[in-house]
């Protein structure tokens, strides 16, 4: 007789369900027969009966068969009709393929920010309604006329906009490069995700950051790529790591963000950049520079990219116009060598078939306008001001009790809290008082830090959720 393997990873009450489900699809079990009990089925099994219990629950909720008090339980006759016939197991199918979910803090984010929408948001990484150029926009559109055929766009993205950003490049990053280098993404994460399927393979070993941004998508690991870490300081990552790295594990390409790091904020020093061109060169290793956050600096002088200096081609350069103007255009670009760029454009294509020609056409004159640096000095100014009044919030509240570095652009408050909370139950103690949070595992570092994202909350709201977050640190603290 059949039994479960308790060495296997499935849990017992799934195997057991999936065993009954293939003998009742096979007949062996018609529609409107009788199961054995949960006693006499646990004990021929040698499990538990609650393990028996589980098991019938899951066959319950997909209808494959029935109970009722006093007649035990049957084969589904209604769902089952003359011939067993029942909808897909889609439970097992959400669970299955490569591509893995989202980590399970940020499915609570998320869910916590769907069923409350009052909650005071800290957590999401964009910039607030009132940040966003949406006067401009609207400007812009109130005289948009779209003259050009309404199909398929050349797989590169759209040339206007390549061309708008070929002197947007030169003019605000320093970064000289012509249209057939770039590419226009849905945003940097699909430029991440496509460098990661396409040019990257399974066991393939990377290096970054510690703690990065990366830490929180998952597509690394769908991949079956092996993440190695370079951990930050205050003077960003040691560029002599990615040598031991290379040598240990054969790392085969480097991610960063130099600038304004997420979550940290920090800058990459100028010494290390030199030393990191250097080594890349030497080990002919390629990096990937991703660089959303550069043109928020608070004083207006943006640190260089890795790219502005790069002299044979080391560097992958990733930008976005969601943390300087709209999350919701949907815009992105990467600068990479010609045969990179098609060989992205032909994996890209096949996913989607290019992007909307019209939020395309509309960034591209939005970076051609003179309404663009206005835009770009106002936003640097509000989101120095949010910067100074979380610090000033989280001053008042825990003066002694965490610990942070000021940034000096980006939207993101790094901390750490000089108690030993347990992320989770943090995070639940935020969201029931009305405000949430990024744990700072989510980036891959120990427990004990939380970012802040202070360009998300309205400005009033800001002093109110960090005193709600402290009341909650505070509780747990006691």
């Known amino acids: 007789m059949w039994k479960p393997d308790r060495g296997s990873k499935k849990a017992l009450y799934q195997q057991i369900a999936d065993h009954l489900?293939?003998?009742?699809?096979?007949?062996?079990?018609?529609?409107?027969?009788?199961?054995?009990?949960?006693?006499?089925?646990?004990?021929r099994l040698g499990v538990n009966r609650s393990t028996v219990i589980m098991a019938?629950?899951?066959?319950r909720s997909m209808g494959i068969i029935d109970s009722r008090t006093g007649s035990g339980t049957r084969v589904s006759a209604t769902k089952w009709g003359a011939t067993p016939r029942h909808t897909p197991n889609w439970s097992r199918y959400a669970e299955g393929g490569n591509f893995l979910p989202n980590l399970p803090f940020m499915r609570r984010i998320r869910e916590a920010l769907i069923q409350q929408p009052s909650l005071i948001d800290f957590a999401s990484g964009e910039l607030a309604a009132d940040l966003a150029p949406s006067e401009e926009i609207a400007k812009l559109m109130s005289g948009f006329q779209y003259t050009s055929y309404l199909g398929y766009d050349n797989p590169q993205g759209s040339i206007p906009l390549r061309q708008a950003l070929v002197d947007y490049l030169e003019k605000y990053r320093e970064i000289r490069t012509t249209e057939s280098s770039i590419l226009i993404t849905s945003g940097s994460q699909q430029s991440l995700y496509l460098i990661t399927q396409c040019l990257l393979s399974p066991g393939d070993a990377v290096a970054i950051e510690d703690p990065s941004y990366c830490y929180s998508l998952p597509m690394f690991q769908s991949a079956g790529i092996r993440l190695f870490?370079?951990?930050?300081?205050?003077?960003?990552?040691?560029?002599?790591?990615?040598r031991s790295l290379f040598k240990k594990h054969r790392i085969k390409m480097v991610f960063l963000n130099p600038n304004f790091q997420n979550?940290?904020?920090?800058?990459?020093s100028d010494a290390s950049r030199r030393q990191l061109l250097d080594i890349a060169s030497e080990l002919r290793l390629p990096i990937v520079e991703d660089d959303p956050f550069s043109l928020t600096a608070y004083d207006g002088n943006p640190p260089s990219p890795l790219k502005a200096s790069d002299k044979v081609g080391s560097i992958i350069?990733?930008?976005?116009?969601?943390?300087?103007?709209?999350?919701?255009?949907?815009?992105?670009?990467?600068?990479?060598?010609?045969?990179?760029?098609?060989?992205?454009?032909?994996?890209?294509?096949q996913m989607d078939f290019g992007l909307s020609v019209i939020p395309q056409q509309v960034a591209g004159q939005f970076l051609q306008s003179s309404l663009f640096e206005p835009h770009l000095d106002r936003l640097r100014m509000e989101l120095r001001f949010r910067r100074d009044l979380t610090i000033e919030a989280l001053n008042k509240e825990l003066p002694d009790a965490l610990a942070y570095t000021i940034p000096d652009g980006g939207l993101h408050l790094w901390c750490r809290l000089n108690s030993a909370i347990q992320d989770g139950r943090l995070l639940e103690e935020t969201i029931k008082r009305g405000t949430v949070f990024v744990p700072g595992s989510v980036y891959g570092s120990d427990p004990g830090f939380v970012r802040f994202t202070f360009s998300r909350p309205k400005t009033e709201d800001i002093e109110r959720g960090i005193s709600l977050f402290c009341e909650a640190f505070r509780q747990l603290n006691n």
């Open 21 to 43: 489900e293939q003998r009742i699809s096979y007949g062996e079990f018609p529609p409107g027969s009788l199961l054995p009990s949960e006693r006499k089925l646990a004990d």
């Open 56 to 59: 019938f629950a899951e066959l």
């Open 229 to 242: 870490r370079l951990p930050v300081d205050s003077q960003g990552i040691q560029p002599e790591e990615i």
């Open 263 to 268: 979550p940290t904020g920090t800058v990459l």
């Open 317 to 349: 350069y990733i930008g976005s116009f969601s943390k300087i103007a709209a999350s919701g255009l949907r815009i992105g670009w990467m600068v990479a060598p010609h045969s990179i760029v098609k060989r992205l454009a032909d994996a890209r294509q």
